[in-house]
């Protein structure tokens, strides 16, 4: 039964997935500190309890660039998702129009933009890496730009993929990883049925549609390993912002100084993550690094902070610390894989119903009064 958002999903898709890809999902780089902090970090952001404050209307929209959200959330792009569930980009993204969110779409999602923007009303956004085939990059951006998408997420922490040690003793990569993965999805038969063979074709939508080729899953993990590109610069990213009509958002900034040079180069916004700990262990969680940011550019451009966040009363602290909007990455990918779209629809009321409770509480009647005012900061000090 899911009760909580936080645990129940992911305990629920750990039993539904074959393990190769519940721990592709799962883990994060080397030994996973950063992945834990996130998580703990913004778990001990404690918030100041205010009372008697006639609570009864509350609004949780907020404006952003030209949407409005009903909640100040967005579905954060995970390459892959359509390995979690059948065609689970679509459903992913039908689940976040109806909720009135966006759904960001991953460069290496398995549907292409071409499946997925059709299925919706709501603009999606799409997110780009840095890749060595500038000639893909261009392509698919102007296949985002003819499919309608508006927001352009730009992720800049992956020139080089960091090492995920879970992966090789899973199946998803290493030793007999083919064999293997064959064996997992013949004990995981739900998952066998309805996305391994239903969900056809596992294929790399975007980038097959370039290449005019079928890409399966060892494609996917030898060109990943070939295409990222170490010797990006801010100067590379000049074409994009000239040929990008909306809003470009540069995702993976961790650092006040790398948010400045995001404003100087015209930025619309700034995703504060750290891939949820899947790139440099050790960095710190966005919690930590959320505030320094939010002082340096707050204003300037739009910040959005993901990494770690598994309930509403997340969101909740995320917008406190300095965040405009908040985005969920792996939280909503296990909802998808336990019961497709409408685990994501449920999983998304739930953080709703937190979020009011965290308001009602707080006494925050509308998103803009989620401040750091809210924040326990004398009590925290002195705990340490
Ligand atoms: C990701 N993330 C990611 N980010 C991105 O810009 N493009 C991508 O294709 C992917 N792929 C991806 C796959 C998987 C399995 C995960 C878990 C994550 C990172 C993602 O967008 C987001 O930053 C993190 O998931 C946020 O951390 P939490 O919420 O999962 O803790």
Same mark, same amino acid.
């Given at each position: ?11 629920? =898709? ?66 892959? !998702? ?10 992913? =993204? ?8 966006? %759904? !960001? ?5 398995? &549907? ?15 997110? @780009?890496?840095? @890749?060595?085939?500038?000639? %893909? ?12 998408? !508006? ?52 294929? #790399?939508?975007?980038?097959? !549609? ?13 060109? #990943? ?11 590379? @990213? ?86 405009? &909007?908040?985005? #969920? ?17 449920? @999983? ?15 006494? =925050? ?20």
């Amino acid at each position: 039964m899911i009760i909580s958002a936080s645990t129940d999903y992911r305990a629920a =898709a750990k039993r539904r997935l074959p393990p190769f890809l519940f721990h592709y999902l799962d883990g994060g780089s080397y030994a996973e500190h950063t992945l834990r902090r996130n998580v703990e970090d913004l778990a001990d952001i404690a918030l100041r309890q205010r009372v008697l404050n006639d609570m009864s209307e509350l609004d949780l929209t907020t404006r952003f660039f030209d949407e409005t959200l009903s909640i100040p959330l967005a579905l954060s792009p995970v390459g892959l !998702t359509g390995m979690y569930a059948r065609r689970g980009e679509v459903q992913a =993204a039908k689940a976040a129009e109806s909720k009135g969110i966006p %759904f !960001t779409m991953s460069t290496v999602s398995v &549907c292409p933009i071409e499946e997925v923007a059709p299925a919706i009303e709501r603009p999606m956004w799409f997110q @780009l890496y840095i @890749l060595k085939d500038r000639g %893909f990059m261009r392509n698919v951006l102007e296949r985002a730009k003819a499919a309608g998408v !508006t927001t352009l997420i730009f992720t800049v922490d992956m020139p080089v993929p960091g090492s995920r040690y879970r992966d090789a003793h899973s199946g998803m990569s290493g030793p007999n990883a083919a064999a293997r993965r064959v064996l997992q999805a013949m004990t995981h038969p739900h998952w066998a049925w309805n996305v391994g063979l239903r969900g056809k074709p596992h294929d #790399l939508g975007n980038i097959s !549609t370039y290449r005019g080729n079928p890409t399966g899953l060892a494609d996917y993990i030898g060109w #990943l390993g070939e295409n990222f590109d170490p010797s990006i610069s801010w100067k590379e @990213l000049e074409w994009i912002r000239e040929f990008w009509d909306g809003p470009m958002i540069i995702k993976g900034i961790l650092d006040p100084d790398d948010a400045r040079d995001a404003v100087s180069f015209g930025a619309d916004g700034v995703v504060v993550s750290n891939h949820g700990g899947r790139q440099l262990d050790g960095t710190p969680s966005t919690a930590r690094a959320l505030p320094a940011i939010a002082d340096a550019v707050k204003g300037q451009l739009k910040i959005i902070a993901d990494s770690g966040v598994r309930t509403g009363l997340d969101v909740v602290r995320m917008l406190a610390l300095g965040a405009d &909007c908040v985005m #969920l990455g792996r939280a909503y990918i296990y909802a998808l894989a336990v019961d497709g779209e409408a685990g994501v629809c449920n @999983l998304l009321d739930l953080i709703e119903k937190e979020m009011r409770v965290a308001m009602v509480l707080t006494g =925050a009647r509308t998103i803009d009064d989620i401040n750091a005012d809210m924040l326990v900061r004398e009590l925290k000090q002195a705990a340490r």
